[in-house]
């Protein structure tokens, strides 16, 4: 009987690393990777050598030095005095300001115009498809400008609201004024304070830190008071109410430390030629946020639209078997499965927002592309440092949004056993 023995093997000879495929593919590899970094390293050894030719160096020392210019609005402290790195920060924290607000307003316009362009009736349906189609065909700058322009051109002035033949009116039993200069909203205020806390970011109210307390032992207790009952329902299958405990955990706890802090609302007032007092929203945040909004919800219709059509037509009719109403079998039924369709794309249209904030520079709104990747630059010549920090910030920024989604998306995901 013959035994079949292995083939001996060959020795290894440099040739091997292109003719054998075990080898082949790792040797691309290191030749790839290689390349890539002798290039890196020319890029750096380049951009050195043109910089000694300019009698420039590489340093971040500009950030520390006098900024000398003013940013409206600021959501901390901050004066002309103040220097290029708080300037920065400033216009980050406006950044992020109309980004979160742009994404919520988008998404809420987005999933209404999607729901409503699946509508039965024709007008409703018909009036969606054209909001979607002309709003996503037309760049996101123009709407901004649009919206920048309106506001500037059409509202009344401050004037206008003064004396018996006032022109104009404010809203809302005289809390809101709307005029060419921006909105004007009534703002919390406290007569009681527990003082000041001074932080990196500057000082700020020690009341706004005792409510986000509160709110979050409220949250605390409310998801404790949740599991507790479904354990007794695992246990006894009957669910107790929660509905007015919750209640009373969010409401009761609030409503007493507010009490304490003595709250109240500053209204805005017209006084000499403009209005004082209350929370002013300029224009330039405005435009940037409506334009921002209404473009990148036609985005968010489309991507909700699909997510419904790709569920099957039998858990409608199964829902309407069982007597659920269709608004019911939409919000119960239909969104929850088409979230696994439509949360992906989302994440793209949340960064899309939070990288176009940069078009605010067109209406003057201070972001951080107006005030490090603008003034900045231009007062202190730091050109290629501005750029680069600008880079690392939305490259961080898009990783957080990312991994944020990211992780909402795998706890909304069909799982499979």
Known sequence: MTIASDAPRQPFHLSMLFNDARYRARTIQVIAFCTLLLAAAWLVDNTI??????????????LWSTAGYDIAPHAIDYSSTSTHARAALVGLLNTLIVAAMACV??????????????????????????????????????????????MSEAMPAPNAFRGENATASMLFWDSIAVTNRGIYLPVPDFSRSPGQASSALGSFDLNYLAILGVLAFSFLAHRGLVKRAQRLQSATG???????????LFAL?????IYALGFH??????????FTGGLQLRNSLIALWIGLSVYTGAFIAENVRSGILAISRGQTEAAYALGLSAGRTMRLVILPQA???????????????????????????????????????????????????MMLIYVAISLIISSVMNIYNNRVRVKER
């Open 253 to 257: 706890p609030m409503i007493t430390l």
């Open 49 to 62: 050598r043109n910089l000694a030719a300019l009698g420039k160096d590489f340093s971040f020392d500009f």
């Open 105 to 150: 307003t988008a998404t809420v316009l987005g999933v209404l115009a999607g729901v409503l362009r699946l509508s039965n009736n024709w007008i409703v349906a018909r009036l969606m498809t054209i909001y979607v189609e002309s709003f996503r065909n037309v760049p996101a700058l123009l709407w901004i400008i649009v919206v920048a322009a309106v």
């Open 265 to 274: 609302l500053d209204y805005p007032a017209l006084k000499g030629l403009n």
């Open 339 to 389: 979230l696994r369709i439509i949360v992906p794309p989302l994440i793209s249209q949340y960064l899309n927002i939070t990288k176009n904030t940069s078009l605010g520079l067109a209406v003057g709104y201070m972001e951080l592309r107006s005030t490090l990747g603008g003034i900045t630059i231009n007062q202190t010549g730091r050109e290629l440092e501005g750029m680069l920090m």
């Open 238 to 248: 009957q669910r107790p109410a929660t509905w007015w405990k919750s209640l009373c």
